[in-house]
T-cell receptor, first 116, second 107 residues
Framework: DTAVSQTPKYLVTQMGNDKSIKCEQN?????MYWYKQDSKKFLKIMFSYNNKELIINETVPNRFSPKSPDKAHLNLHINSLELGDSAVYFC???????????????FGSGTQLSVL | SQQGEEDPQALSIQEGENATMNCSYK?????LQWYRQNSGRGLVHLIL?????REKHSGRLRVTLDTSKKSSSLLITASRAADTASYFC???????FGKGTRLSVIA
């Protein structure tokens, strides 16, 4: 019954590997996001999708590629993982996205990525 | 940078006391939101205050907004151990978060 669910919760991998994180929301929201939270708890937006279309792509290495097969899913694929990619990645969704002024975000519980 | 800045970075109080956290931002806003993050969990929306509002209440939470000073405060009254968490303010679209205030409520 979880509104925004992401898997896996923990991901431990070696440098250079490729990995994916999956996210699904059952709230009927139009917009989904990926945020990255570093070790100092700073939360930074990476991507935003509205109805399967990319609307925000912050300065993120092109090793990170989001994919949205439908508006309920937004997956994050990371190629050639680096040590600096270690962080907690959060998926979120909102009812109204780009241009809206009162969006409230619903977050998943996070994926802790550790690159060794 | 458009991000909010919370102050203090960390706050430790006794159960039953009030906790006040502050947030400052740099550019004009339509609204400001506060979120809570429990350890190992995602952020949870607490309250939204619009730019034309000065104060808003929700249960034990009281939020104020001073657009002339570009600042907001979150007051948690009669704190409980379960209030232990990090608290973030967020502004703009898409939401830009500060670094948060880590609140510890000691029973």
């Amino acid at each position: 019954d979880t509104a925004v669910s992401q898997t896996p919760k923990y991901l431990v991998t070696q440098m250079g590997n490729d990995k994916s994180i999956k996210c699904e929301q059952n709230l009927g929201h139009d917009t989904m996001y990926w945020y990255k939270q570093d070790s100092k708890k700073f939360l930074k937006i990476m991507f935003s999708y509205n109805n399967k279309e990319l609307i925000i792509n912050e300065t993120v290495p092109n090793r990170f590629s989001p994919k949205s097969p439908d508006k309920a899913h937004l997956n994050l694929h990371i190629n050639s993982l680096e040590l600096g990619d270690s962080a907690v990645y959060f998926c979120a969704s909102s009812y109204r996205g780009q241009g809206a002024t009162n969006e409230k975000l619903f977050f998943g519980s996070g994926t802790q990525l550790s690159v060794l | 940078s458009q991000q909010g800045e919370e102050d203090p970075q960390a706050l430790s109080i006794q159960e039953g006391e009030n906790a006040t956290m502050n947030c400052s931002y740099k550019t004009s806003i339509n609204n400001l939101q506060w979120y809570r993050q429990n350890s190992g969990r995602g952020l949870v929306h607490l309250i939204l205050i619009r730019s034309n509002e000065r104060e808003k209440h929700s249960g034990r939470l009281r939020v104020t907004l001073d657009t002339s000073k570009k600042s907001s405060s979150l007051l948690i009254t009669a704190s409980r151990a379960a209030d232990t968490a990090s608290y973030f303010c967020a502004t703009h679209t898409p939401l830009v978060f500060g670094k948060g205030t880590r609140l510890s409520v000691i029973a």
